[in-house]
């Protein structure tokens, strides 16, 4: 079994349907590329219990998985900093995507709040895991391939640091090697 490595998204995105924007000028490619020197902010006023956050659509992973592989597993790694209380914030949304800010497959959201104090990087998926629907090579390699992300909050005035989203695929490579080993025999 093979995997592609960690890879962080080329292209970054805020939906809309959430009761709060996230500050203006920190959701970018640089901000969720970088593991603690740069982060996204959700700091507004309206992030207030049970409110979410505006949905972060990230594709365009560049994958590479090598043709004729078989997609075995996805696994997301999501790091936040929550600068708030210990009600604090989980997940509302997190969902794969096979075209840009579109979930599919299981929502694997967590409802256990991110910690109150410095980075929290949570794993979701793994090898073996396909987030209840099939993947193809062209769909992982695709630009639209990616992470629909939206948190939620628990308690009033949260804030929230998202730090970065990355994805590692899990393959099997159809290629097989053969190793041949030549004797001589004695006659």
């Known amino acids: 079994m093979a995997d592609t490595g960690v890879k962080y998204a ?18 970018d490619v640089a901000a969720l590329n970088s593991v603690g020197s740069d982060y996204a902010l959700l700091t507004g006023a309206n992030f207030d219990k049970f409110s979410l956050g505006n949905p972060v659509y990230c594709s365009n992973f560049s994958m590479g998985v090598p043709a004729g592989s078989t997609i075995t597993g996805i696994k997301v790694e999501i790091s ?19 075209v840009a800010g579109t979930g599919v497959g299981d929502n694997q959201a967590s409802t256990t709040p991110y910690s109150t104090s410095g980075y929290a990087t949570r794993t979701y998926g793994g090898d073996g895991q396909l987030w209840g629907t099939t993947w193809s090579l062209a769909e992982v390699n695709a630009t639209g391939f990616g992470v629909v992300y939206q948190p939620i909050s628990n308690s009033p005035n949260e804030d929230m640091g998202l730090d970065f989203i990355r994805i590692t695929v899990y393959y099997l490579s159809d290629f097989v090697s053969i190793s041949w080993i030549e004797t001589d025999i004695a006659m």
């Open 10 to 27: 080329a292209t970054v995105t805020e939906g809309s349907g959430g009761s709060e924007a996230w500050d203006s000028g920190t959701l």
């Open 80 to 98: 936040v900093t929550n600068e708030a209380t210990a009600e604090g914030v989980w997940d509302n949304v997190l969902q794969l995507s096979k």
